[in-house]
């Protein structure tokens, strides 16, 4: 009995062994795996950041007046440098920084091998005059250029300040008042076509502006300033209200009352009412009325 027990123990020791054994090669197993499967990651990280993705070509899109060369030399970027690398924020803000007249920058990375530079160019508001100097800003109030002289074709900003401003610096709106210089420009000038003379934004409250050099609007403040530039907009298209050689001021304070007074004379003519209302205050009043007139029916 004695010597069978001895067995006993024997075989359940070397099943033990057997097992320990297993155990430790298949942990022993586990990490060659992983460390197999980390020298792999690091050498591709190593190969993608040194070997591949190196930039071969840099497509430029988008108008500016600047030439592609231009545009290359303001990122900083040069073929055979590495795309995985290249930081698109600050690539940006190069551009945007060194090419005033462009307004936006966007990094486009096309793998394995191609750069995409998309650029936005600034869209001129008008000049701002201070001290005998002419200081050119975007509608987004970037400074694009300084000159010496008055440029021609652009609106004059008054009420808006430029003073120690550098170029492609954006001016602080603390006020409100190049919103208000933006909406203006943006209710009345066309792709390629100024059609304002001057804006003044000097008094929130007073606000006023000139329509091709001949018709000068006053706006009163900002108040309700989406519905009134609409409203001005649509009376200075009807030809039948205000010819194409008309001088004169219009009075546009109130968005629902609106005049007009010709240069020269003392008659102010006011438009109608109903002309000036919001269309959803048209459609509610025509609603209104329908319903009065079933009513009686």
Do not use: C, H, W
């Not at 586990?30 to 990280?45: P, Y």
């Not at 006020?175 to 009345?188: D, P």
């Not at 006011?270 to 029916?297: C, G, P, R, V, W």
């Amino acid at each position: 009995m004695r010597k069978t027990t001895g067995n006993v123990k024997t075989q359940a020791q070397n099943t033990g062994v057997r097992t320990r054994r297993k155990r430790r090669k298949s942990q022993a197993g586990r990490i060659v795996l992983a460390a197999t499967v980390i020298i792999v990651a690091i050498t591709a990280a190593i190969l993608s950041l040194t070997v591949f993705f190196n930039i071969k070509a840099i497509d430029i899109y988008g108008e500016s007046k600047y030439s592609s060369k231009q545009i290359i030399k303001a990122a900083g970027v040069e073929l055979d440098s590495n795309l995985i690398r290249l930081k698109s924020k600050e690539v940006e803000k190069k551009i945007e920084d060194k090419l005033p007249y462009i307004q936006n920058a966007k990094i486009v990375k096309k793998l394995p091998t191609s750069l995409e530079i998309r650029v936005q160019s600034a869209v001129v508001a008008g000049y701002i005059e201070e001290n005998g100097n002419f200081s050119l800003v975007s509608v987004e109030g970037k400074l694009l250029e300084n000159l010496k002289t008055r440029p021609e074709g652009y609106a004059e900003i008054i009420g808006v300040s430029a003073e120690n401003v550098k170029l492609s610096q954006t001016i602080k709106d603390e006020n409100g008042s190049l919103k208000s210089v933006e909406k203006i420009y943006s209710a009345f000038n066309s792709q390629g076509q100024n059609n304002i003379t001057k804006i003044n934004v000097s008094d929130s409250l007073n606000m006023s502006f000139v329509y091709r050099n001949r018709i000068t609007v006053e706006l009163g403040s900002t108040a309700e300033l989406d519905e009134k530039l609409n409203f001005v907009s649509k009376i200075l298209k009807d030809t039948t209200k205000i010819g194409e050689d008309d001088v004169g001021t219009m009075y546009a304070s109130n968005a629902r009352r609106i005049s007009y007074r010709r240069s020269g004379s003392y008659e102010e003519i006011l438009l109608s009412e109903k002309e000036n209302m919001s269309s959803s205050e048209i459609s509610q009043n025509e609603s209104q009325n329908s319903s009065t007139s079933s009513k009686k029916d």
